[in-house]
């Protein structure tokens, strides 16, 4: 007798979810943890934004105009969830608060811990990307990179940056954290982006 039996399906999503999940990809319900180092936990009042020359503390990044965004997100370690909740302030809308770009064509994030990411601007201007304060109504927990990370969930999750405190600005690429380890410079899942040379 056969192992599975014939016609046997396994644990699909329906069709509609199924669409969603990039090539490699299964669904989850929770939402995983993975870090590189112990969790950072600053507090509020010694947090602050910057980019290039404009710094914002707690207080004044809340009273920037915020979003409220529902995105999927995927991770490089192939789970993926599904219509995920954020409130944060639009990557827009910092670079334009902080004089524009300059003529950058890259930045590169830098959080609490050493964690750096580098991404084109591309990838994070236009409504593609926010620096998010909440996630599913509620104050972003340091687990998952609270007080705030970046959103960048048109590619792997490696990408949305956790305890994040600046961009800089670049006029070319350079790699971050993961990137100089050999993972891919920009991450799109769909194109399974996961190493160098993807």
């Known amino acids: 007798m056969p192992p599975i039996s014939r016609g046997f399906q396994g644990r699909r999503p329906p069709p509609a979810e199924s669409e969603r999940l990039p ?3 299964y669904l989850v319900h929770d939402f995983p943890v993975l870090s590189a180092g112990p969790t950072p936990r600053t507090p509020l009042d010694r947090w602050s934004f910057t980019v290039g020359a404009t710094s914002w503390s707690w207080e004044a990044f809340q009273a920037l105009p915020s979003e409220t965004v529902t995105r999927d997100i995927h991770c490089v370690t192939k789970w993926s969830k599904l219509g995920t909740v954020w409130e944060g302030v639009a990557v827009d809308t910092l670079l334009e608060a ?3 770009t300059g003529g950058a064509t890259h930045l590169m994030a830098h959080c609490d811990g050493g964690y750096t990411t580098n991404l084109a601007l591309d990838d994070v ?6 620096v998010a304060y909440a996630f599913d109504g509620a104050p972003l927990e340091p687990e998952h990179g609270g007080p705030a990370r970046l959103l960048v969930p048109h590619l ?10 600046s961009f800089e600005l670049l006029d070319g690429d350079q790699p971050g954290f993961w990137e100089a380890f ?5 991450g799109d899942p769909w194109l399974e982006q996961r190493y160098q040379g993807d």
């Open 125 to 130: 201007t236009g409504g593609k990307a926010w």
């Open 156 to 165: 792997y999750f490696w990408k949305s940056a956790k305890w994040l405190r």
């Open 23 to 25: 090539p490699g990809q």
């Open 98 to 100: 902080a004089g524009g």
């Open 182 to 186: 050999g993972y891919h410079d920009r």
